[in-house]
């Protein structure tokens, strides 16, 4: 016998399974990573760099038992997927399994938007050296969406290794928005914001600096 323990931890993403077609894209609700099936129970393969999922710690390796107190045993790896899906919002329990730990994962479940393609297409597309930026470009993924091939990340300066599976980028459109609603919005306090000028120790609004008849304002 082993002793079990449970910790809280907490997720946002969930990737789609392996599919098998030269190019799939989906919309869902989902956690943090991506998984295979290792013959009893779904194993995760990569946890997604950056995302919720990544900072609660959750590792490759560990294994996922069930999903809101329903066991995952024997499922194949889309079930497991479905399972652990739903809509954005919703709050999903899982149980993990680390080595002779059990810990509890509390996950939010947040909207992705994945797009995947096989790496066969991907050179098909484009003759000599294909980087991430090649890849960003072929599945027309935005500067915001993390890209991956197989179960590592790739960079946009990153080549794409020989032999690979697939080329897939994972976006987050809400929290997407939300990062471009806020820079815009930072945008539109700078442009606003009023430039100020010294005249005799003092801080002058040019618009001020104007009205007084100063003949310094350019």
């Known amino acids: 016998m082993f002793s079990v323990s449970k910790k809280i931890l907490s997720a946002a993403i969930l990737l789609p399974a392996m599919l098998w077609a030269d190019r799939v894209e989906q919309n869902f609700g989902g956690i943090g990573v991506q998984i295979f099936n290792n013959g009893k129970f779904p194993q995760v393969a990569m946890v997604i760099p950056g995302t919720p999922a990544d900072a609660a710690g959750i590792l490759p ?8 107190g329903a066991s995952l045993e024997g499922l194949t790896s889309d079930q497991a997927t479905e399972a652990m899906r739903g809509e954005a919002g919703r709050e999903i329990v899982l149980s993990v399994r680390r080595g002779d ?11 992705l938007a994945v797009k995947m393609e ?7 597309k484009r003759s000599g050296a294909i980087k991430g930026s090649d890849v960003r470009s072929a599945l027309n ?9 197989d179960a590592a990340p790739l960079a946009d300066s990153d080549a794409l290794p020989e032999g ?3 080329g897939y980028s994972v976006a987050m459109p ?7 609603d806020a820079s815009k919005a930072a945008k539109a306090a700078s442009a606003n914001k009023e430039r100020l000028y010294t005249v005799d120790g003092k801080s002058w609004s040019g618009k001020r600096l104007k009205e007084l008849g100063t003949p310094s304002i350019q």
């Open 61 to 68: 390796g560990d294994r996922i038992e069930a999903a809101d």
């Open 101 to 111: 730990e059990l810990l509890e994962v509390k996950a939010a479940l947040v909207r």
């Open 118 to 124: 096989s790496c066969g297409e991907l050179r098909e």
């Open 141 to 149: 993924a935005g500067r915001f969406a993390l890209l991956s091939v």
């Open 164 to 166: 690979c599976g697939w």
């Open 174 to 180: 809400d929290r997407e928005a939300d990062a471009r």
